[in-house]
């Protein structure tokens, strides 16, 4: 049962066998048997993703890699660290911090998540606002395709050895294959840092006040927003940070950087726009210990949302930064609309939102509930000229998303491109790309395996 | 019917330019469906079809039985200030698209190798960032989605028009840099920054070793430069090697910088060029880069950046060259013969580095390829990839050379 989900709860399904190797080499004969016996297979990491993208079907296998934790090496000198798929997130960080780095992507699960499940997702993370996610900070893979066979990708200073294979497979949510091993970019760790805490009265001004900042050419390392019902919901509970509840909204802005001059210039102009767009009050963390609390409060934000009721659905959005503010207002309407509890708190400086609904999953009415505001939610950021995911994947949760934002032409080539790396399709069956969707894609390579393709096996429907 | 009659059939007489030295027709369409209606037609027919932008960057010569060129597709149908996104035809100069935006406060964080009026599906497609590289990233960090049409006519749409997306597979970053291979980009969906309020810029000039030592010393202080390139004098026009340092923001940044740089150069060194002086120093560097017949590009770890200057200059002399030591990238322009590059491209394999050939006449380049070496495994999924996006290979596009 450990296994029959992500951290996503609507979505369950129970593998037939799951395999945990414990080495590399393991991994490869592993592949290589069920490529031999044309078994599907399901890569898995931590399990804290949020798209129900790591859940293996009856009949497909699932290959967990947490066993494969160990940092390579960390090199100094270039700035980078070659790791296996299972190391911790949050332990790489540990690794590099004693030779003056970071690795930067910093998803809210950094204690859990895997790097190797970063690369499938493209994990973002409050602080990829300055400093890209994780696609900015891999340089090279080792890949292990369906077919057992290894592909070296990209090289260790970053250039693209060919075409951007390495570009194309961070993100693939484990269609293309297993990366096996990964060399990182580390970055060096700011020698100063400040953290704001700015209150507001409502949901619009805060977002605007995120406008005026980005207006102004300053790039904050983080720029994160929570409305109140989160507030409250951090506040309640043992991750309580100090924020303020009765403010519609809270900004997290932190400035950091290498030249400590410059960050006490920059957190002052920032300062300086907060209090002009309408902040009630702006203030900065005294202490380290004041800054890791302000950061626990959002970070643990959605651990603190189950206090809200039984069952938690986390989406994921992204839309014009400048849309903000109406989009806001939209999802707060459609929350009314079907008396639903959303809590929003997101990069607000990505434009990236996560407007989270709690529920109880066991009333069948309330789910269907829960479900179309989630389709409207969706939509409205659509329509906003938004996507329908910034950092948790489409996995099997988005796919019947994905015709709204790219018509079948578009969907035909990707599902090509998967065919490049996985003709048969063995690897992550049924996610990412909705095949009954996809226009006729022919090509040299496809053939006679064309028509095998059109078989329908994605569950398109998610089990709430 | 001749193919040029075909084609006008097609399109219009509009769209047929005046054709160049080599007498290919050059066929310039005016909308991305035109280039999917023509590239179709390519496919059925069997016809051949080069690739061009404004002419400027990669040599006119691949054979072929038409030159397509996007210079007409040159709209820029949104320029978004709050968002500081913009989206831009393929065939747009990026001196055109720089003034567009600088209009509306706006700035695209790139300085590509070149002519002002390359156009931004060259760079995109070739990938070729300048010494910006080191402050910003790569060209593919500045792109949020592009649209292209692939060999046989087809359509795709890649990626989007915001901030973080990770909607279907990243097919954007294919596209960047893959010269052309997978098809044909037709619009551009960028990521801007706000037009810096601040933006100074300082040379020194001095023996290699020494700008080399200089350039840590401003990476071990903290700076963070926009640009720190280190430029042979050649290309500088100078008496010896110059490291050039940008800086580029916030004026609070700016001023933060400038006051560490002059103490990580032991004392004001450095010398500040007036404005139109920064401005001509960054265009000639640009410029030097596409006036001799061959251009490349290697990638290392930042430590090897000195080992492979060294490299270069032995296998084929350093008169033009500029270098991003802490990004680890290195350009080379001159003279090369197909012998020299491809046992250069040997021995840089060797030492984990590729190199790209950025620009060189077809006889060069379409026996060296702008890639080659691949490590294991990599050159039946570009096989696999260009068969995806061109089944016909009606793009004639020299990826991994004869």
Not at chain 1, 317 to 328: F, G, K, M, T, Y
Not at chain 1, 389 to 416: C, N, Q, W
Not at chain 2, 44 to 70: H, K, M, N, Y
């Amino acid at each position: 049962m450990t296994y029959a989900m992500d951290g996503l709860p609507t979505h369950r399904r129970v593998p037939d066998l799951v395999v945990l190797p414990g080495t590399r080499e393991e991994l490869i004969a592993v592949v290589r048997l069920l490529a031999a016996h044309g078994v599907p297979f399901v890569p898995r990491g931590a399990g804290t993703g949020l798209s129900g993208g790591a859940l293996a079907d009856e009949g497909t296998v699932l290959l967990v890699l947490t066993r494969l934790n160990r940092i390579l090496r960390v090199d100094h000198d270039n700035r980078l660290a070659v790791v296996e798929p299972g190391v911790v997130n949050a332990k790489l960080g540990a690794a590099a911090r004693p030779h003056g780095l970071q690795y930067a992507p910093d998803p809210s699960s950094q204690s859990a998540c895997t790097i190797g499940g970063n690369v499938a997702e493209n994990a973002g993370g409050p602080h990829c606002l300055k400093y890209g996610v994780t696609v900015n900070h891999v340089l090279a893979l080792e890949l292990l395709l369906a077919d057992g066979s290894l592909v070296d990708v990209g090289s260790p200073g970053g250039e693209p050895w060919g075409p951007d294979l390495v570009g194309l497979f961070v993100g693939s949510e484990g269609n293309f294959g297993i990366a096996t091993r990964i060399t990182v970019r580390l970055t060096p760790l700011p020698r100063a840092v400040r953290t704001l805490l700015a209150d507001f009265n409502s949901l619009r001004t805060a977002g605007e006040a995120v406008s005026a900042i980005i207006a102004a050419g300053i790039v904050p390392a983080a720029l994160e927003m929570m409305d109140q019902s989160c507030i409250r919901a951090v506040e309640d509970s043992v991750y309580a940070a100090g924020y303020p509840r009765d403010a519609a909204a809270i900004l997290l802005a932190e400035i950091d950087g290498r030249n400590v001059d410059a960050v006490v210039a920059e957190t002052e102009v920032v300062t300086d726009l907060l209090r002009k767009s309408g902040a009630r009050s702006v203030r900065s963390a005294a202490s380290e210990a004041e800054r890791e609390r302000l950061w626990q409060g959002r970070k643990k934000a959605f651990g603190a949302m189950g206090r809200l009721s039984r069952d938690l659905v986390v989406q994921d959005a992204v839309v014009p930064r400048s849309a903000l503010p109406q989009v806001l207002e939209t999802i707060c309407a459609i929350a009314q609309r079907y008396e639903l509890v959303v809590s929003n708190v997101f990069h607000a400086g990505d434009g990236n939102l996560h407007p989270n609904i709690s529920f109880d999953a066991t009333d069948p009415a309330l789910k269907q509930r829960v479900e179309t505001a989630s389709a409207e939610i969706m939509a409205t950021c659509i329509a906003a000229g938004g996507t329908i995911t910034g950092e948790h994947g489409v996995g099997i949760d988005k796919l019947r998303y994905m015709p709204l934002i790219f018509d079948a032409e578009s969907l035909g080539a990707m599902h090509a491109v998967r065919r490049v790396f996985d003709p048969e399709e063995r690897v992550n069956p049924g996610k990412v790309v909705p095949v009954h969707a996809c226009r006729e894609w022919t090509s040299a390579r496809s053939g006679s395996a064309y028509a095998a393709r059109h078989t329908p096996h994605v569950v398109l429907e998610p089990v709430l | 019917m001749t193919i040029l009659e075909k084609v006008t059939a097609l399109l219009g007489e509009g769209a047929v330019l005046e054709a160049g030295t080599d007498r290919v027709p050059r066929i310039a369409p005016g909308s991305p469906d035109a280039v999917a209606l023509l590239l179709g037609t390519a496919h059925q027919e069997g016809w051949r079809v080069r690739i061009e932008g404004a002419g400027t960057w990669l040599q006119s010569d691949a054979p072929a039985d038409l030159a397509l060129t996007t210079r007409r597709l040159d709209r820029v149908p949104a320029i978004e200030p709050p968002d500081l996104t913009a989206t831009a035809e393929a065939g747009i100069g990026l001196d055109q698209l720089r003034q567009q935006l600088a209009d509306r406060g706006a700035w695209l964080a790139i300085d590509p190798p070149g002519l002002a009026g390359r156009t931004l599906g060259s760079v995109v497609a070739t990938a070729t960032a300048g010494p910006l590289r080191h402050g910003f990233g790569p060209i593919k960090d500045h792109l949020l989605g592009v649209t292209f049409v692939t060999g046989d006519g087809r359509m795709v749409q890649s990626g989007g028009r915001v901030m973080k997306n990770v909607a279907g597979y990243d097919l954007t970053r294919l596209q960047a840099g893959g010269f052309g291979a997978f098809g044909v980009i037709v619009l551009v969906h960028l990521r801007l920054r706000t037009l810096p309020r601040a933006d100074v810029t300082y040379v020194l000039e001095g023996a290699r070793e020494d700008l080399t030592q200089v350039g840590e010393d401003i990476a071990a202080a903290g700076l963070t430069p926009a640009a720190l390139e280190l430029v042979s004098p050649a290309l500088a026009r100078r008496e010896r090697w110059v490291l050039a340092v940008r800086l580029a923001g916030s004026p609070a940044l700016v001023a933060a910088d400038e006051t560490g740089l002059g103490a990580a150069s032991g004392g004001g060194r450095f010398a500040s060029l007036r404005a139109e002086e920064a401005h001509g120093f960054w265009m000639r560097l640009a410029e030097g880069f596409s006036v001799r017949p061959v251009t490349f590009r290697i990638g290392g770890v930042p430590a090897a950046s000195d080992e492979l200057l060294d490299l270069l200059q032995h296998q084929l002399g350093d008169e033009w060259i500029s270098a991003s030591p802490a990004a680890g990238a290195i350009r080379w322009t001159g003279e090369a013969s197909i012998d020299r590059l491809q046992r250069l491209r040997r021995t840089l394999a060797g030492l984990e580095v590729p190199l790209t050939l950025e620009r060189a006449p077809w006889a060069l380049r379409g026996a060296v390829g702008h890639f080659g070496a691949y490590r294991e495994g990599v050159g039946p999924l570009v096989t696999g990839l260009r068969r995806t996006f061109d089944p016909g290979g009606a793009l004639v596009v020299a990826t991994e050379g004869s």
